[in-house]
């Protein structure tokens, strides 16, 4: 299970690197065209986010990663079954 975790992790710090790469590749004529019209500067914040994707902290989760190998994570069981069960049952009423 900790692999599948790391391999998670992974894909996403590829993605990451892969948007970066993007970001400094020339540009194509689809896109210097896109640049031209009027409407290319209006782009909402959400818009701006959703194009460079989630920020990933890589400092993090390469601590994160060192204290799951080392078997120095903490993990509250109980705590994340009551998490899944609130995000699966409906409100109880009362």
Do not use: C, F, W
Request: no cysteine.
């Amino acid at each position: 299970m900790i692999k599948s975790v790391g391999q998670g992790t992974s894909a996403a710090i590829e993605a990451a690197k892969l948007r970066e790469s993007t970001k400094t590749a020339a540009p194509t004529k689809a896109s210097t065209d896109a640049a031209r019209s009027p409407t290319a500067n209006v782009a909402s914040p959400t818009a701006r986010m959703a194009a460079q994707g989630a920020p990933i902290d890589t400092a993090r989760i390469e601590r994160v990663k060192a204290a799951i190998a080392s078997g120095n994570y903490p993990v509250d069981a109980e705590g994340i079954a009551e998490k899944m069960l609130d995000l699966d049952l409906p409100p109880v009423k009362h």
